[in-house]
């Protein structure tokens, strides 16, 4: 059961354009979500997070939507530069409580072209 | 460079054997986290550990176990192993007062 779902499995967007990334929970009683962002050969490292008490969350180039009634977060990286191309995962810790146990989506690979 | 190092990078191995996968925390952090990351999923879950004991159990198959030593790296152990387990193997520390996780460079296992 994926809780937390990228439907998107690659995107590919020309330098200086915005990239949208797309991520579904099905759980209700997430509050929390975060975007980990995973170059090839590297571990993933955390990028931008957002509480279930805000809609937005900004962050330079970064910024993170939630539209708690669809269930739906996005992020959007404007302008998009070739160094971002990497996978994106969508994560939220579970209800109840614990960041040990993250549930991921499956990631979103973005391709910047330049 | 996360602070999180992971041994072997890459292994290759056959079905039905066994193989440990080492990890080394930040330092300062008390614990320690496994996750896999197959060709067709996300990151899963597979065990915790803080300071040395077991603190949370995710989707981690019988087959699988791990431990954490008192200096507080970890082990985890994967046996008779199946085609199925060839995936990536992160391993993650999360900063004491932050919890923010931080990962290893994972370590690619690939079983023929």
């Known amino acids: 059961d994926q809780q937390v779902k990228q439907n998107s499995p690659s995107l590919s967007v020309q330098e200086g354009r915005i990239s949208i990334l797309n991520c579904d929970y099905t759980n209700s009683m997430f509050d929390y979500f975060l975007w980990y962002k995973k170059y090839p050969a590297e571990g993933p490292t955390f990028l931008i997070s957002?509480?279930?008490?805000?809609d937005k969350n900004e962050d330079g180039r970064f910024t993170v939507f939630l539209n708690k009634s669809a269930k739906h977060l996005s992020l959007h990286i404007v302008p998009s530069q070739p160094g971002d191309s990497a996978v994106y995962f969508c994560?939220?810790?579970?209800?109840?409580?614990?960041?040990?146990?993250?549930?991921f989506g499956k990631g979103t690979k973005l391709t910047v072209n330049p | 460079d996360s602070g999180v190092t992971q041994t072997p990078k890459h292994l290759i191995t056959a079905t039905g054997q066994r193989v440990t996968l080492r990890c080394s925390p930040r330092?300062?952090?008390?614990?320690v986290y496994w996750y896999q990351q197959s060709l067709d999923q996300g990151l899963q879950f597979l065990i915790q550990?803080?300071?040395?004991?077991?603190?949370a159990k995710g989707n981690i198959l019988e087959r699988f176990s791990a431990q954490q030593f008192p200096d507080l790296h970890s082990e985890l152990n994967l046996s008779s192993l199946e085609l199925g387990d060839s995936a990536l193997y992160f391993c993650?520390?999360?900063?004491?007062?932050?919890?923010?996780?931080?990962f290893g460079e994972g370590s690619r296992l690939t079983v023929l």
């Open positions: 330092s300062g952090d008390l614990s």
């Open positions: 957002i509480s279930s008490i805000k």
């Open positions: 994560a939220a810790p579970p209800p109840q409580g614990g960041s040990e146990k993250l549930v």
């Open positions: 550990y803080y300071n040395g004991e077991e603190r």
């Open positions: 993650a520390s999360s900063d004491v007062n932050t919890g923010e996780l931080f």
